[in-house]
T-cell receptor, first 113, second 112 residues
Framework: EPEVTQTPSHQVTQMGQEVILRCVPI?????FYWYRQILGQKVEFLVS????????KSEIFDDQFSVERPDGSNFTLKIRSTKLEDSAMYFC???????????FGPGTRLLVL | GQQLNQSPQSMFIQEGEDVSMNCTSS?????WLWYKQDPGEGPVLLIA?????ELTSNGRLTAQFGITRKDSFLNISASIPSDVGIYFC????????????FGAGTQVVVTP
């Protein structure tokens, strides 16, 4: 069964450093999403992406964040200068055009020191 | 902003018992999704609901999309130890690109 994959599974970085989180959505899906989950809290929407552009973003997704689909399979989230409060699980999700169901990847646990 | 409340926060039940949890929203959703999350993993889609009044089953799971489009419930019948985990409701509205708003989750603990 097709699934969303994410790399790395864990990343530790120093405050101020740039990180790139990678996702491979399900192959025939066209809508892509990033969410984050701070430890013990609910999942929060960050950004949605369709047709090579951002379609919607939350207040969390400020100028330090960017997304890109560099090729036909990868979807990346970049945090330009990480802050301590960026420590969280980051989930990528994708959906097709026929239904609104979103399928999530296993997540990347980001720890900013 | 839109408020989404999920209850109960946690449930401790014995194996074989039924479990029920629900979510209510301050505004209308056009989609309700129910997910299960195990520790350190991503949410796994259990059931998707797209129409008001829709009742959908997936094995021992049953979920309904409320008539008002502002609520949904999930039932688990005859619980087993592997039902342990956190269950999240999530909804999206027609004025978004599918952005999901999540509930705070219901932690289910099943004892033998």
């Amino acid at each position: 069964e097709p699934e969303v994959t994410q790399t790395p599974s864990h990343q530790v970085t120093q405050m101020g450093q740039e990180v790139i989180l990678r996702c491979v959505p399900i192959s025939n899906h066209l809508y892509f999403y990033w969410y984050r989950q701070i430890l013990g809290q609910k999942v929060e929407f960050l950004v949605s992406f369709y047709n090579n552009e951002i379609s919607e973003k939350s207040e969390i997704f400020d100028d330090q964040f960017s997304v890109e689909r560099p090729d036909g399979s990868n979807f990346t989230l970049k945090i330009r200068s990480t802050k301590l409060e960026d420590s969280a699980m980051y989930f990528c999700a994708s959906r097709g055009t026929a239904a609104w169901s979103q399928y999530f990847g296993p997540g990347t646990r980001l720890l900013v020191l | 902003g839109q408020q989404l409340n999920q209850s109960p926060q946690s449930m401790f039940i014995q194996e074989g018992e039924d479990v029920s949890m629900n979510c209510t929203s301050s505004s209308i959703f056009n989609t309700w999704l129910w997910y299960k999350q195990d520790p350190g993993e991503g949410p796994v889609l259990l059931i998707a609901l797209y129409k008001a009044g829709e009742l959908t089953s997936n094995g021992r799971l049953t979920a309904q999309f409320g008539i008002t489009r502002k609520d949904s419930f999930l039932n688990i019948s005859a619980s087993i130890p592997s039902d342990v985990g956190i269950y999240f409701c999530a909804g999206s509205s027609t004025d978004s690109w599918g952005k999901l708003q999540f509930g705070a989750g219901t932690q289910v603990v099943v004892t033998p």
